[in-house]
């Protein structure tokens, strides 16, 4: 196994400042975070198949009945689960969709205030751009009529045939943040004016947050390649997983105006610029990291490429140990792993969507226990 692990620089001042704001940096390496900290080596047990037969499946959004919501990538359309009995029904479809290439219906996540409002938020591409909307959803109606037409929260995210980004998820300030790609231009990544190749920070109605580097824009770091997980820890600090090109994938802590490097840099920085190293970082064939999670005390980060499932177990916001990697090659290519609450998660395949060598049963998901 080839990689590294590269050390945060220190966090920058927060909106209203200390661990409690979004993003931020708590002190790390203490003796109670010491104290905290996971198990060097954990397990992974498959406690069940919950479905089978999906196809290219990318977000996942778990409702609070139990139920699965699945993002159909080339299909443009989102699929329910039973979360006892894995049966699956047609939730509705997302006009607009363009699945060309890397793009499609990718990121989902429920509103903050779905108890009231039973929004569905849903990243996709269209013909013109990658954009983010919003579906009410109505379990009342019937299989393929649940979720009512999109409605643009926020548009003109910079598409391509790659790099489109698209995992999106609500943090613990209730404000939504976007992964987006470059689009294979290198250098909208550094371009601050450009949407690519950055994490946003907005309101659930697509306005700049209170508190963004610029209160004017959406835009919370950059110099990204192609962010593709979105994950919070315990004391609110930000996750993200990232592809690299050749070399470097990478796993970061984000930080405020925070810049990542691409493409001056792939991987640790060796003191070249002002730039944020990775956390960890792996050999682009070990990784391809796609959906990350937070669960037990370690960051969980599926892998493509890779056909894994890898646990970086944290003290503070470093690791505290050499990451594990689980399931390879069992299952195949891994895209989305979601925490399904306490020591579970939902871990989803991603063997049909044209890169990988379904079988029988393609794509899943799986029920895990961790440690």
């Known amino acids: 196994m080839a990689l590294l692990g590269a050390g945060c620089s220190s966090e920058p001042a927060q909106p209203g400042g200390g661990p409690s704001s979004p993003g931020a940096a708590s002190p790390s390496g203490s003796a109670s975070a010491a104290s905290d900290a996971p198990p060097d080596k954990g397990s992974v047990d498959v406690v069940r198949t919950v479905a089978t037969g999906l196809k290219s499946p990318w977000g996942l959004a778990p409702l609070p009945d139990g139920d699965l919501l699945v993002a159909s990538r080339d299909e443009g359309e989102i699929v329910q689960v039973d979360g006892d009995s894995g049966k699956t029904s047609e939730a509705g479809p997302v006009p607009g969709v363009d699945a060309e290439g890397e793009g499609g219906l990718l990121g989902l996540a429920l509103s903050p205030s779905f108890a009231s409002d039973q929004l569905v938020y849903a990243y996709f591409t269209t013909a013109s751009d990658n954009r983010v909307a919003s579906m009410r959803y109505d379990a009342k109606k019937p299989a393929g009529h649940r979720l009512s037409a999109p409605s643009t929260v926020f548009k003109g995210i910079p598409k391509g045939f790659t790099h489109n980004g698209g995992r999106i998820a609500f943090g613990p300030d209730k404000m939504l943040y976007v992964g987006t790609g470059e689009t294979g231009d290198k250098g909208l990544a550094q371009d601050k004016e450009s949407l690519g190749g950055k994490i946003l920070r907005m309101t659930p109605e697509g306005e700049p947050a209170e508190g963004n580097p610029d209160a004017d824009s959406v835009v919370w770091s950059y110099g990204h390649r192609n962010v593709q997980g979105l994950a919070w820890d315990e004391d609110r600090r930000l996750w993200a ?131």
């Open 241 to 371: 997983s990232e592809f690299g090109q050749d070399t470097w994938d990478e796993l970061n802590l984000v930080e405020k105006d925070g810049n990542y490097g691409w493409p001056d840099v792939e991987g640790e920085a060796d003191g070249k610029g002002d730039f944020r190293d990775p956390v960890e970082q792996w050999r682009t064939a070990d990784a391809s990291p796609s959906g990350i999670a937070v669960a037990e005390g370690s960051v969980w980060m599926a892998g493509l490429r890779g056909e894994r499932l890898w646990r970086v177990p944290l003290s503070g916001g470093k690791p505290s140990a050499e990451p594990q990697a689980f399931l390879k090659g069992e299952y195949g290519r891994l895209r989305t792993v979601v925490s399904a609450g306490g020591d579970k998660l939902w871990v989803v395949t991603n063997e049909t969507d044209g890169r990988g060598s379904p079988e029988k049963g393609d794509d899943r998901i799986l029920e895990v226990r961790v440690r």
